[in-house]
């Protein structure tokens, strides 16, 4: 290339030619990797010896002698230095990610070339222009001339180990996997050097397309065993086995995302050389991240759904809305430590971001007071145990079915299908009025009134024929009705029939002489709390009432006024 004579045509073949060269030294050292290593020359023995010699040449005025020798120590020292830089560079490969091996190799560039600068100080060019008739100074020269030359070698490594530090990252990956033999040798081959011609520029070779066919089929086949492997593995964990199917149909999706994003991944990993994926580290961590938290998310909500189906098929003493509850706290914990962790790979200083919170948490509780009072008004209304999802309510006026007992406020719904969202707060702190907590017992009052021509006999004889019949109706609760308080968790203090909700008055009296009615008071209730059922036993109560003043000879009152004429005056004919 130095030649005077050498045309540019010339020049870009011989460059073509050392890039090849250069190329083939890097595959032949990193397929003997750990040989190089271990047995890389060190000319500190050739370097001592020849000092000596140097010393010797000068105490004999041997000039040109000295300077042959000092070259040929600086042309060891160069090599020194080169074989300690590719030692050191090949040792960092297995030790390093991509971005601090660059790192890492652009130190060791500075190094020697510090350490090169020291060996370099004396210029031998004048040397070169002796012309004297000596076979020591011909020596000398053709020593400067290798001096020199390795200068360029040396600048010239350093270029090539640059230009191919991703192409040595991968071959080192392959040496690694004992790969590296048949990928050189696949790379040599006729075909592949036609085809690496033309997809090399777009940053494929063939051997890289074959591991990316290769992983495709791998993580297909991963793909299609996962699930029976998963299932397999759920069915071996007892507290699992039964909910195995509604945990795979749940997760099943999100897994299938994540197998894409992982095949996606170790594309961009193998086309960039094993260097990583870039910029997109972060990217997939995060999804990965992301899909891992949707899926426990996902599990831990069939789990619960399951376990609240079967509270409400079999009588448990959990409440399903305190399961409720609970699964929309451990939701929320889950979303917190999920974000988190996003935040953490997001590059976000935790330490920085908890000591944030908690330095903001007063501001935070001032503007969440709210949000709080809800919170512990739903802490209020579970541990109180006042009313549950499915109950009949009334409060502040509004009346409806509970549908559910959130973190924040409970809806319901009303009779006319419209829904009601009320802060926990308030439900907390109002007075409440619960259809639902009764055990036996739903009352029936009425107020009977018969006409005031009524003989007194018929109205009492009416009266204890109402008693018999209701003390005697299948359907009323008296006295002698029974019921199971072996569920009651109270102590004896407390009314175990108005802790439970049991009521089996049975009253029926004359009550009152009204402006237009004799009244009889009728009170009682029907055993069961069904609203229908309560209604069929009402309206039969009703028409044998009916029969009975029938039978006793009464008649149903109905408002009524008398009017009565003072005599008219006598008419004037």
């Known amino acids: 290339m130095n030649d005077d004579n050498v045309t540019q045509e010339k020049i870009m073949q011989i460059a073509t030619k050392q890039e090849a060269l250069y190329s083939k030294a890097l595959d032949d050292i990193l397929k003997n990797k750990n040989r190089f290593i271990d047995k890389s ?11 000596k010699i140097i010393k010797l040449n000068k105490r004999l005025g041997n000039k040109y002698a000295t300077i042959r020798d000092e070259v040929l120590v600086k042309s060891y020292k160069l090599l020194n230095a080169q074989n300690k830089m590719i030692k050191n560079i090949l040792i960092a490969l297995n030790n390093m990610s991509f971005e601090e091996f660059q790192l890492y190799m652009s130190d060791m560039f500075v190094k020697n070339q510090e350490d090169n600068a020291k060996i370099t100080s004396v210029d031998y060019e004048a040397v070169l222009q002796i012309d004297e008739p000596s076979r020591t100074l011909n ?18 490594t350093i270029k090539y180990l640059s230009l191919f530090e991703k192409k040595m990252y991968r071959l080192n990956k392959y040496s690694n996997y004992n790969l590296i033999n048949p990928v050189i040798f696949i790379n040599n081959t006729a075909i592949a050097q036609q085809i690496n011609s033309v997809i090399r520029p777009y940053g494929f070779d063939v051997v890289k397309i074959i591991f990316i066919l290769l992983v495709y089929v791998i993580i297909y086949l991963i793909r299609k065993y996962l699930y029976k492997e998963l299932e397999a593995y759920i069915f071996d964990i007892k507290s699992l086995k039964k909910y195995s199917k509604d945990i795979l149909n749940s997760a099943r999706k999100p897994i299938e995302l994540m197998i894409i994003l992982i095949n996606i991944e170790v594309t961009i990993y193998i086309y960039n050389d094993f260097a990583g994926v870039g910029t997109f580290d972060k990217f997939f961590t995060i999804s990965y ?15 619960s759904s399951i376990k609240i189906h079967e509270i409400d098929t079999v009588d448990k003493k959990v409440k399903s809305e305190v399961i409720n509850v609970g699964i929309k706290i451990v939701n929320f914990i889950i979303m917190i430590i999920g974000l988190l962790v996003v935040l953490h790979f997001a590059g976000a200083n935790l330490t920085t971001v908890l000591s944030g919170l908690g330095i903001g948490g007063f501001a935070v509780a001032l503007a969440a007071k709210d949000s709080l009072a809800n919170f512990f008004g739903t802490l209020s209304i579970l541990i109180s145990d006042v009313f549950s999802q499915g109950d009949w309510i009334v409060i502040d006026g509004e009346e409806g079915t509970v549908v559910e007992i959130g973190l924040r406020v409970t809806t319901l719904r009303t009779f006319d299908n419209a829904i009601i969202a009320i802060p926990n707060s308030i439900l907390a702190n109002k007075g409440v009025k619960n259809w639902n907590k009764r055990s036996l017992g739903r009352r029936i009052k009425m107020n009977i009134g018969v006409k005031y021509d009524s003989k007194p006999s018929d109205i009492k004889n009416a009266v204890k024929e109402i008693y018999k019949m209701l003390e005697k109706h299948p359907k009323i609760a008296t006295q002698n009705t029974e019921y199971d308080y072996s569920h009651s968790k109270r102590s004896k203090l407390v009314s175990k029939d108005d802790e439970l909700g049991v009521k089996r008055t049975l009253l029926v009296y004359l009550d009152e002489f009204s402006s237009s009615s004799i009244n009889i008071l009728v009170y009682c209730f029907s055993k069961s709390v069904n609203w229908s059922e309560w209604l069929d036993t009402k309206e039969d109560i009703l028409y044998k009432i009916m029969e009975i003043l029938e039978k006793n000879s009464l008649e149903f009152a109905f408002p009524s006024v008398s009017i ?3 005599n008219e005056p006598s008419q004037i004919s």
């Open 41 to 51: 020359r060190i000319y500190d023995s050739e370097i001592f010896a020849l000092e």
């Open 564 to 566: 009565y004429k003072e």
């Open 289 to 303: 991240v992301i899909l891992l938290t949707y899926i426990i998310y996902k599990i831990v909500n069939v789990i």
């Open 139 to 156: 020596q000398a020269k053709e020593n400067i001339k290798d001096y020199y030359a390795l200068l360029e070698l040396n600048g010239d």
